[in-house]
C-alpha cells in the first residue's frame, strides 16, 4: 500500500438501499383507488349533463329510446313488400322501359305470332333501338316491310314511344378475315363452283 493509503468508502450494506415505501408513495403519485374514484365522478358528471341518472332504475340499455315511436300505423321503421321495393328501384334508376322490353323478349312468341318467331329472333334492346336477326335473307326483307305493323304491335305491348326504331339483320355468314393477317380481297370463295 502506497502512503496515501485513505480508506475507501463501501457501499452500505443492501438492507439500507431499498426503501420499504411502494414507488408511487416514493414518487408522490396519486393512489390507483383515487384515480378510479375521480373517473367515475366525472363519468356520472356527464351523464347528469345529458338528462340520464346514473345507478336509477330504467337506465338500462334496453330502454326504449325517446325518438322511437310505436304503434298499428305504418311507419318507414316497417318492413317494405320486395315488389313494392323492386318497383320504387326500378322507378328511381329508369329502367321501366328496359324492364319491360325485356319482358317483351321473353314471351317473343305470344307478341309477334309463331310464324315470324320462327325465323326471327330479337337481339338487343339500346336507346330505342331494338335489333332483330333473321335466319334467312329474305325474312330479312319480309320484315323491313312490315315494320310499320311490329312498331304498332310493340308500341301497344310496352307504350308509346319505348321502341322507336327496329333495326333487321340477316343472317350472319361466315367471316374469312380471322387472325392479325389478312389478306384483302374476296378470298377463298372465289374459287367456289
Known amino acids: 500500500m502506497s502512503g496515501d493509503d485513505e480508506p475507501m468508502d463501501l457501499p452500505p450494506d443492501d438492507e439500507e438501499l431499498v426503501d420499504p415505501r411502494p414507488v408511487a408513495q416514493r414518487l408522490g403519485l396519486t393512489p390507483a383507488s383515487e384515480v378510479a374514484r375521480a373517473g367515475l365522478e366525472r363519468a356520472k358528471a356527464a351523464a347528469r349533463a345529458r338528462g340520464l341518472r346514473p345507478g336509477s332504475p330504467g337506465t338500462a340499455r334496453h330502454a326504449p329510446h325517446p325518438e322511437q315511436r310505436s304503434g298499428a300505423g305504418r311507419d318507414g321503421r316497417d318492413p317494405a313488400l320486395v315488389g313494392d321495393t323492386l318497383a320504387r328501384l326500378t322507378a328511381e334508376r329508369g329502367w321501366a322501359a328496359e324492364l319491360s322490353v325485356?319482358?317483351?323478349i321473353g314471351r317473343w312468341r305470344e307478341v309477334v305470332g309463331d310464324q315470324?318467331?320462327?325465323h326471327c329472333t330479337p337481339e338487343s334492346f339500346e336507346d330505342g333501338v331494338l335489333v332483330l336477326r333473321t335466319d334467312s335473307t329474305p325474312w330479312a326483307v319480309h320484315l323491313n316491310q312490315m315494320s310499320a305493323t311490329?312498331?304498332?304491335?310493340l308500341a301497344a305491348e310496352l307504350g308509346v314511344d319505348v321502341?322507336?326504331?327496329l333495326k333487321v339483320?340477316?343472317?350472319a355468314g361466315p367471316r374469312w378475315t380471322r387472325g392479325p393477317r389478312s389478306v384483302p380481297g374476296r378470298g377463298p370463295r372465289d374459287t367456289y363452283g
Open 116 to 118: 315470324v318467331a320462327d
Open 150 to 153: 311490329l312498331l304498332t304491335r
Open 169 to 171: 339483320l340477316g343472317p
Open 102 to 104: 325485356g319482358g317483351v
Open 163 to 165: 321502341v322507336q326504331e
